[in-house]
């Protein structure tokens, strides 16, 4: 069976940094485009960035600021987080190329 299991999320005040993870299985990761999405509250799901094997690409609304890699060894995809702000308060997703959804980790930034 396919998982996806994100975690690291929590409570960071305003210009912290997180680094989420999502832990796969199930499926050939190495081989697999990876994506991040975000959803917060009563607001549509938004794409942050995915990665493949030969790129990164990011939504406009992580440019600058998010950073996704991937340990091919350990099935892990990463999403680093800098200069975090209320507007990055959300559930972090990561989904497979079939568009899978496993369950996400909540990010809360406030002071």
């Known amino acids: 069976d396919v998982q996806l299991q994100a975690s690291g999320g929590g409570l960071v005040q305003p210009g912290g940094s997180l680094r989420l993870s999502c832990a796969a299985s199930?499926?050939?990761?190495?081989?697999?485009?990876m994506t991040w999405v975000r959803q917060a509250p009563k607001k549509e799901v938004e794409w942050v960035g995915t990665?493949?094997?030969?790129?990164?690409t990011y939504s406009p609304l992580a440019m600058g600021r998010f950073n996704i890699s991937r340990d091919n060894a350990r099935s892990t995809l990463y999403l680093e987080i800098t200069g975090l702000t209320p507007d990055d308060t959300a559930t972090y997703y990561c989904?497979?190329?079939?568009?899978?959804r496993g369950q996400g980790t909540q990010v809360t930034v406030s002071s």
């Open positions: 199930g499926f050939a990761f190495s081989a697999a485009p």
């Open positions: 989904l497979n190329a079939d568009g899978y």
């Open positions: 990665s493949d094997t030969k790129m990164t």
